[in-house]
C-alpha cells in the first residue's frame, strides 16, 4: 500500500517544486517570463540560471535563516515579529 502523505527527513526541510525550492522557482519564473515577453528568450533562460545560481550561492548551507535576518534588517515591512521591536529602535528605555 502506498502512502499519500510525504514525511520530510528533516524537520526544517524546506517545500520544493520539482528538483528546486519554492523561493528558486518563482526567481526563475519572473525572470524567464520577463525575458520572453520582451523578446529576449534565449536571454531570459541564461538569467534565470545565474539569478538560480546566484541565490544558491547567497543562501550557501544557511539556508533561510540568512535570508530572513536579511530581510528583516533591510527590508521595512519583511516579517513583523510580535516578541522583539522594529529594526529601526536602537535604544531600548525604560
Do not use: C, Q
Amino acid at each position: 500500500m502506498e502512502d499519500r502523505h510525504y514525511i520530510p527527513s528533516k524537520l526544517d526541510e524546506p517545500e520544493k517544486l520539482g528538483l528546486w525550492d519554492v523561493d528558486e522557482v518563482v526567481l526563475m519564473a519572473v525572470i524567464l517570463v520577463a525575458g520572453i515577453a520582451s523578446g529576449y528568450t534565449i536571454t531570459g533562460i541564461g538569467g534565470a540560471l545565474a539569478a538560480w545560481l546566484g541565490l544558491k550561492k547567497a543562501k550557501g548551507n544557511r539556508a533561510y535563516s540568512l535570508m530572513t535576518f536579511a530581510g528583516y534588517w533591510y527590508l521595512p515591512s519583511f516579517k513583523k515579529m510580535s516578541s522583539t521591536p522594529p529594526s529601526s529602535t536602537r535604544l531600548m528605555g525604560g
